[in-house]
């Protein structure tokens, strides 16, 4: 697996895992401005532009990054984000490795198997997929996805280099997780992230994922679509990643200070009228 780093190792570490068919500039726009104050790996996941090798599972992805973080960080970093293929993964490592960090931002992630729709990959992307080399027909799922337009050139230039195969393989992983009962035993802290414009399938699957994770907490963005958080807002992005962390480092200085115990609320909260300032605001 092919990692971009940014600022400096000695740094809070975090990891952000992009999308299906996107590639490292999911997270472009988040690694730039956070690099003067942590540090930041972006996985090139299995299969996709630029990767080292092809798509097998989402349980193979989540193996490699384990065994990259076991290897060089000691097993542990400070925060994973993933968004829908990259926050399946995400799920996935956290079921495995119930230490790998103290926080993590599940972004629309599937968790509710599509059958009908996995049967269906396969001949549609067969038919298809000589379309996507295609400029107009690129722009058109583009426009569909709602990424913004400053995006294009990247998305048009990476979805041409995944193969066919890569491409049906991780579509039809994407339709077919099932959640992993060990998820429930993870001892980060994990924000689920849902937009209340996205389909029904996903806003069942946040809501599955935030019951099967105790303690962990549920927001729904309003007007907010697929993969809307991290790619068209990254500044509420990063508001929530250094509220997470800042958080984490001011409770432990007190906790070292007074010996008190701070808890993370679990509750469902729903976005309403707020700036990026106050976006996670506890209440």
């Known amino acids: 697996m092919n990692f971009k780093e940014y600022g400096n190792k000695n740094k809070d570490t975090i990891m952000l895992l992009h999308g299906g068919g996107l590639s490292w500039w999911n997270y472009r726009e988040e690694a730039e401005r956070l690099q003067e104050s942590y540090h930041i790996i972006i996985p090139i996941l299995d299969g996709h532009s630029d990767s080292d090798r092809r798509f097998t599972s989402i349980e193979d992805n989540a193996q490699e990054i384990i065994d990259y973080i076991e290897n060089d960080y000691d097993g542990h970093i400070s925060l994973i984000g993933g968004l829908s293929l990259g926050g399946q993964i995400l799920l996935e490592i956290l079921s495995r490795k119930n230490d790998i960090c103290d926080y993590a931002i599940v972004e629309s992630a599937l968790a509710v198997p599509m059958k009908t ?39 048009y230039r990476d979805t041409c280099k995944i193969e066919k195969e890569d491409m049906i393989s991780f579509m039809e992983a994407n339709s077919k997780y099932l959640l992993k009962d060990s998820l429930q035993e993870t001892k980060a802290k994990v924000l689920v992230i849902v937009g209340d414009k996205e389909r029904p399938i996903i806003k069942k699957s946040a809501n599955l994922i935030h019951q099967k994770i105790k303690g962990s907490r549920i927001e729904i963005l309003p007007n907010y679509y697929h993969g809307d958080f991290s790619i068209n807002h990254p ?33 469902q909260t729903r976005l309403k009228n707020r700036t990026n300032t106050n976006f996670l605001d506890e209440r």
């Open 117 to 155: 729709t996995y049967k269906m990959i396969r001949p549609t992307f067969s038919m298809s997929y000589g379309l996507i080399s295609k400029k107009w027909f690129s722009k058109m799922q583009f426009n569909s996805l709602r990424i913004r337009k400053d995006l294009f050139d990247d998305y």
């Open 235 to 267: 500044q509420q992005y990063i508001v929530a990643i250094n509220e997470l962390i800042v958080n984490k480092n001011r409770n432990s200085k007190n906790k070292s200070v007074s010996n008190t115990e701070t808890k993370f609320e679990d509750k």
